[in-house]
């Protein structure tokens, strides 16, 4: 709860603080009024019982009452009005805050959490909680705080009446405050347990609405199937549900069984002392309606602490996620990365993907030189991206290493052995940005250089598609958005091309990059390696000799 507490606090404190103020305004304010309304009460019957009825035979000493009343009821409402901006603000602030907690934490972790399932849940649950626990936990925090303050009045009235009221107030409470306990425990264990149907129901969904899956989906007829699946699994989810939500239900029925009760035993109390002349009509209605609030806080109080309970319990998969750590980091003393690159190295490297008993690549040892370009060919699964995955760090090997100009990687800087190595896979991604700033996300450490741009779709022979865009390269790619154009996958490697040619590292790594050219585009590619070679190590993947 504490670290709930210092994040909300590091994303606003001026907007917490006021929360917190307009809060304890919010629940002192209304006490105050219920004295005056005692106070008016009570000055109306006096007048009543002494001059009959009509307003002017109504005291001098009652107009401010009514005043203080009715000026009471408008600066609550005015700082109600306050505290739903502040909410807003607060709301959008601690959206916005948690979010960018869960990207950098995403992209600062390796690769190898991708390939755990167990990541792919801490890594749902932790979405699914972002949106709204922390603003759960604040307010239920604020709420505590206000019911607090509000029942400390509330009992300072009854108790001067009767201090059975407030006994009574209390051990009503109870029930519901250990109910909700359990209902939040038993919440909280069943989205646990099921974090992979709900992972998989979310799945089947984007099977049938994404862009990316439409084709395959209609041309296979596979849209029944999958919505079947989609159906089963949230029918299933809705059952177990349903059958909480009826035992919980029940619980709730005795509990207002309870209340009623309550109800009953403090009409006693306060009517008999009524009747006898004890209280008058003004203290009644005071001590009455200060019970009836008081309830309600009480609800509000054991609402505030098992919501923060359940919060808490919740709250934890989101830090869960964000306390994950990554093992693949820079050295406290990094080298320099050389900037002309002379060789790289694979040396007796094996790696195994996590969880797999066999490893992907065994004793591997091959060297690529400055000068030549070095192929590595070979069937599928033999492991040839994984190599090129090794060279960027996205994984470290389990045993030997990988040398640049014989130092190993690992005593490079990550990001600056990135920069220095610009590779193309074989699954390069299609952003939907204009053409300009998918080939400037080659190198966005620098404003953008013209000269670079020519070059890197001149050598990419992506200077033709670039033409035959209606806005050259403002043309908005893709069709995700409005005024963007599609491109053939040929086209959209020849872009992918460009992007890793306007970096101008030293070390070039191309994974199947003609995978989708034509043969004049593949020749052309082929015209642009023989320039390249010289200045530059280059090593390409490729499925054979003709590619």
Known sequence: MIKAFKLIWQCDRRGLLLKLFYTVCTSLLPLVNLYVLKLLVDGVTAAVSDSGSGWDSLPNDLLPAVLIFCGIMLLNRWI????TVNNDVLTQKLTDYINNLIQNQSVRLDMAYYDNPDYHDTFHRAQQEAAFRPLRIMEHMVAVVGSVVALVGVAAMLVVASWQVVAVMVVAVLPSFFIRLYKSR????????????????SYYGTLLTHRNYAKEVRTFGLADHFRQLYVDIRARLVSQLLAISRRLALFDAVIAVVEAAAML???YFLIRPTVGGMLTIGSFVMLFEAFRRGQGYLS???GGVSGLYEHKLFINNLFEFLDLQPSITSPDAPVPFPEQVEEVLFDDVTFAYPDMKQPTLQHLTLKARRGVVTR????NGYGKTTMLKLLLRLYDPQSGRVCVNGVDIRRFDVGQLRRHISAIFQDYVQFHFTARENILFGDMTQAEDARRMAEALRLADADAVIDKLHDGLDTQLGRQFYGGEELSMGQWQRIALARQLYSEAPVLV???PTAWMDAEARRHFRATLEELKTDHLIILVSHSEND
């Open 80 to 83: 109600g009005v306050l505290n």
């Open 186 to 201: 038993r919440i909280y264990r069943f989205r646990r347990e099921t974090t992979q149907d709900f992972r998989r129901s």
């Open 265 to 267: 035993v403090v009409l």
């Open 300 to 302: 509000s109080l054991v």
């Open 376 to 379: 590595i060919e070979g069937e």
């Open 510 to 512: 191309f994974d199947e």
